[in-house]
């Protein structure tokens, strides 16, 4: 059967998806119907299914995405040009979710080996950190991580370093800039990572927070770090605090208890101040740090309930296809997950704008319901009281690919939550602690989102990408997964899954969805590492309140 070039999300749109590049003149079927094009039409991007008048709604994935600027006929491209944001008004309905979980009997007998902590979780890696309580320690941070990298053997900038020296020495001995530029990049040695059976790895976390901010931002940032000092993939933590700033340590200790009244993990603090001088902090903390990984290294993988899983969904640099295969895919993973037990948790409120009503129907109680409204209605007063909205959220890569309104984006972006009811919504820096779907307020930006996934515990990522990215995080192993083949064959050094075969071989998004839970399995279980994991991409971006898209 012929990989169809167009087709409707869902029989209530008037408006299709072009799956290939579509010219001018083209008559193309969708479903039972024949266009004929009026326009070029891009891969990833839409045509009117009908005539329009200006004014007119457009919809995709069953809901409003937008209005007319103009009349736009039937067989006509969908673009800034002649289209805008435009999204359903939503409000507590008194409705009860009613859903049919996924068939988990792939799934049911299932464990996976993680790491069991004495709080009864698990992780899914073993990994002992190192942070600043305020930027005044960044720097005694990277020498940390410069000394103990080296000293272990896991230093990810190596072959960067290596190919720096070859070109340091090749033009000592006289190399012509052209000799310069054909001077190989030596082959990268697999990131060594001894916590694939047992072990532990050492990550070292900075920021520019911590003190001249607000009070507000210091016990938010306390609470962020909390998150990750008590999170299920973490062995243990050192801390290095300057003693005068906002983010007191007393202020993330209440915190940490917070989050784990009882809690039992190695904590070892370092205030510079307290000592006399920057060899004597730095000998100590090198030394008991040395000390903690040798103790964590000692602890090796059991097998788990699939119920001990906690993950996070994301999405970034996403084009026109993400809606339609990696986000569905993830969120077919994401059900899976609740549905043996485990916990999903969709953040990114800003890319939510438009596909409220669809998750305000699935909380399963006013007050959940209230909370996310009032979540998502304070926000999108922030931005509009600094002159900004929520639907500006789409990037020029995203309006490039085919995302040319928010709710386009956000009807697409929101597919990663699954159909699953929610249970619980949370402000951030929150963590996730009931079973089943978790709503998260984060921006939309990438990192500054994964970085409160992990807050939360999420002890593991599924983030989609269309265009390709590089993101990671310290602590939880990121699944990166592409919408379309295309980016997955040419960034093959960043992509772990391809849901392109959604849209070019007829898989069906269960069938990626359990493929791509099978694969988070072997993840979960040190088997498998991701991409971002062997290039050492450490992203970490904690979120000063305010407007961030």
Not at 90 to 107: H, L, S
Not at 269 to 283: A, D, N, R, V
Not at 355 to 371: F, G, M, T
Request: aromatic residues 6%; neutral net charge.
């Amino acid at each position: 059967m012929p990989t169809p070039r167009a087709i409707k999300i869902d029989p209530r749109d008037n408006a299709a998806v072009a799956l290939r590049d579509l010219a001018r003149g083209d008559t193309v079927q969708v479903a039972d119907i024949h266009y004929q094009l009026s326009t070029p039409v891009g891969a990833k991007h839409k045509f009117a299914c009908e005539n329009l008048p200006a004014g007119g709604p457009v919809r995709l994935y069953g809901t409003l995405v937008g209005e007319t600027t103009r009349p736009v006929i039937r067989g006509e491209s969908l673009t800034t040009d002649n289209l805008v944001h435009r999204a359903e008004s939503f409000a507590w309905q008194n409705t009860i979710p009613d859903w049919t979980p996924p068939n988990i009997t792939k799934f049911d007998k299932l464990t996976f080996d993680g790491f069991h902590r004495a709080d009864g979780s698990v992780g899914t890696a073993n990994v002992w950190i190192v942070l600043p309580m305020v930027f005044c320690e960044n720097r005694n941070v990277d020498l940390m991580r410069q000394a103990l990298n080296r000293a272990l053997g896991t230093h990810p900038a190596a072959p960067y370093e290596q190919f720096a020296q070859t070109l340091a020495q090749a033009a000592k001995n006289g190399a012509s800039p052209s000799d310069l530029r054909t001077t190989p990049f030596p082959t990268p040695p697999r990131a060594r990572s001894k916590s694939e059976s047992g072990g532990a790895l050492v990550k070292f976390l900075s920021h520019g927070l911590g003190c001249g901010g607000t009070r507000d931002d210091a016990q938010t940032l306390c609470g962020l770090l909390a998150g990750y000092v008590t999170h299920p993939n973490v062995a243990g933590a050192t801390i290095l605090s300057l003693g005068c700033q906002n983010a007191e340590v007393a202020l993330l200790e209440k915190e940490i208890l917070r989050r784990r009244p009882q809690f039992e993990k190695p904590l070892l603090i370092f205030e510079q101040q307290k000592y006399p001088s920057e060899t004597q902090l730095m000998t100590e903390a090198i030394r008991e740090t040395f000390i903690g990984l040798t103790e964590a290294a000692r602890l090796q993988r059991k097998p788990a309930p699939l119920s001990k899983l906690s993950i996070g969904v994301e999405c970034g640099a996403s084009d026109g296809f993400s809606g339609i295969s990696a986000n569905p895919a993830i969120g077919h993973a994401a059900d899976l997950t609740v549905a043996l037990g485990g916990k999903a948790i969709l953040s990114e409120f800003p890319e939510l704008c438009g596909a409220e009503q669809n998750l305000i129907d699935r909380c399963i109680s006013p007050e959940v319901a209230e909370k996310f409204i009032g979540l998502m209605q304070a926000y999108a007063d922030r931005a509009e009281a600094l002159g900004s909205a929520l639907h500006m959220n789409p990037s020029p890569g995203n309006i490039r690919d085919g995302l040319i309104t928010d709710a386009i984006k956000s009807a697409g972006a929101a597919k990663k939550g699954g159909t699953s009811p929610v249970v619980d919504v949370l402000d951030y820096p929150g963590q996730a602690a009931l079973p089943g779907l978790t709503l998260l307020c984060t921006p939309g930006n990438d990192v500054e989102s994964t970085t409160a996934l992990a807050a939360a515990h999420a002890n593991l990522i599924l983030f989609s990408t269309g265009l390709g990215t590089p993101t990671g995080n310290p602590v939880t192993p990121v699944i990166k997964v592409s919408s379309n083949t295309q980016t997955a064959t040419k960034h093959a050094d960043l992509i772990d899954f391809d849901t392109g075969p959604i849209l070019t071989e007829g898989q069906s998004i269960e069938q990626a969805g359990a493929k791509l839970l099978s694969l988070a399995l072997q993840v979960a279980s040190g088997q498998t590492q991701t991409k971002a994991t062997l290039l050492a991409q450490d992203d970490f971006l904690p979120w000063k309140r305010g407007v961030s898209l």
